[in-house]
């Protein structure tokens, strides 16, 4: 809302990516595994040490969850539904403050029905509608929608390939909700970018902030012996950048 700081949430796949997002004074986290492949549902194990970090440091609010069940378009059959529902009534039970996740029809427009339940299925904790909403058409009447239902966060990247270029998508998402439902900018958001988002009037803003480390080599079998860890300097760069803005 107007004279509020932009809100800074970090995507996150591990224990330590969490440790940095709170040490770093990022408001938010989306926990999730597999960002490589654009994130996945994490272990129930790690959703539950997560919670435990949060709770200990007094962060209420701070723990969201990816609920995605497989790579790939976001148009799920029956049993993938199923799963989305068992996964999002486990991950309250873990302690998740929130969850992130979106459906498309077969046309490929957000399913409102399914996300009605959804919703209902996440009960008290907050639903965030990610970014299948930039490859579904008519995105502005579908926030307006989504926010019907009780959706709290839409993320976005305007439609574009850096949120920074979607601008007058995100402005108008941000109008038509009128404060009803979060836009949080996400998509390739580089600290740079900060000022240009939260002067778009954004309530927030996404970014995975890695950097790729490169381990011992892992046998056959073992996949790719570099992976992505949360940065601490770009961490602390997005979250200066957003104090000294307003939305």
Same mark, same amino acid.
């Given at each position: ?101 979106? @459906? ?49 966060? @839409? ?8 949120? @920074? ?23 390739? @958001? ?58």
């Amino acid at each position: 809302m107007p004279g509020s700081a932009v809100a800074v949430e970090i995507a996150v796949q591990d224990l330590e990516g969490v440790r940095i997002a709170l040490g770093e004074g990022a408001d938010t986290v989306e926990l999730c595994a597999a960002l490589g492949v654009g994130g996945l549902t994490p272990s129930a194990g790690v959703v539950e040490l997560a919670a435990e970090l949060a709770r200990d440091a007094g962060r209420q609010g701070f723990l969201h969850v990816l609920v995605r069940p497989r790579p790939g378009g976001f148009y799920y059959t029956g049993n993938e539904i199923d799963v989305i529902l068992r996964d999002i009534r486990q991950l309250r039970e873990l302690g998740a403050d929130g969850i992130v996740t979106g @459906v498309l029809d077969e046309r490929g427009q957000v399913d409102i029905d399914t996300m009605h339940g959804l919703v209902d299925a996440a009960g008290p904790i907050g639903v965030t509608f990610h970014r299948a909403i930039d490859v579904a058409p008519h995105p502005v009447s579908a926030v307006e929608k989504l926010a019907q239902l009780g959706v709290r966060r @839409v993320l976005s990247s305007g439609q574009a390939k850096r949120s @920074v270029d979607g601008v007058d998508l995100l402005c108008a998402m941000t109008a038509k909700t009128a404060g009803r439902v979060n836009i949080i900018a996400g998509g390739n @958001v580089a600290p740079s970018d900060i000022p240009v988002l939260a002067a778009a009037g954004v309530h927030g803003v996404h970014l995975s902030a890695r950097h790729v480390v490169v381990g011992t080599a892992s046998g056959p079998g073992g996949g790719d012996t570099a992976y992505d860890a949360t940065d601490v300097a770009l961490v602390r760069s997005a979250v200066e950048a957003a104090r000294r803005h307003t939305s």
